[in-house]
């Protein structure tokens, strides 16, 4: 399990990605999320990221029949073990079925998407979200803009530093 599961953050796209987020995140929240002096890799990175103590989660965009969605594209460690998922299940799932189907909700979070899409970063506090039918109030995290290596947009991320569980 462990060695499949280091295949998959190793991947040539898992390690773009994982560069994508720390230098989304120094460029966007002028602040490192790993010192650089430690990242003496890609790997290392990728590894260093994937072991990050915060919850770490980003998306994509596409479009479906019905519009545009967001897809899960990574999610390290600590959000896998919070939610009780494997990677493979947690990158296969729609973003918005992080928030409540109820419509308000769908609303308030697609309008906090695209203020940071238009704005830069958001700040995150008491905000209701689930995850695997687990309930949980993000209590202090940034959602920001992901760029590939061109600059071009790339999705979004979020960095949770502090939430609990609802309703336990």
């Known amino acids: 399990m462990e060695e499949m599961m280091e295949e998959r953050i190793l991947s040539t796209d898992k390690?773009?990605?994982?560069?994508?987020?720390?230098d989304s995140?120094?460029?966007?929240?002028?602040?490192?999320l790993i010192p650089p002096e430690a990242l003496t890799s890609e790997k290392q990175a990728?590894?260093?990221?994937?072991?990050?103590?915060?919850?770490?989660?980003?998306?994509?965009?596409?479009?479906?029949?019905?519009?545009?969605?967001?897809?899960?594209?990574y999610a390290n460690k600590t959000t896998l073990e919070s939610f009780d998922?494997?990677?493979?299940?947690?990158v296969r799932r729609l973003s918005s079925t992080s928030t409540s189907a109820d419509d308000d909700a769908q609303a308030e979070r697609n309008q906090i998407l695209r203020k940071t899409m238009l704005l830069g970063p958001t700040?995150?506090?008491?905000?209701?979200?689930?995850?695997?039918?687990?309930?949980?109030l993000i209590e202090d995290g940034t959602l920001f803009n992901l760029?590939?290596?061109?600059?071009?947009?790339?999705g979004q991320c979020?960095?949770?530093r502090a939430f609990s569980f609802m309703g336990t």
């Open 15 to 22: 390690l773009k990605l994982a560069r994508s987020i720390l």
């Open 25 to 32: 995140y120094r460029f966007s929240c002028k602040e490192e």
């Open 46 to 73: 990728a590894a260093m990221l994937f072991n990050h103590p915060f919850i770490i989660m980003a998306h994509d965009r596409f479009e479906s029949e019905s519009g545009f969605e967001n897809s899960f594209t």
């Open 85 to 90: 998922l494997t990677f493979d299940e947690f």
């Open 123 to 136: 700040q995150l506090s008491n905000v209701p979200r689930q995850i695997n039918g687990k309930d949980f």
């Open 147 to 154: 760029a590939d290596s061109n600059g071009i947009y790339a």
């Open 158 to 160: 979020v960095v949770v």
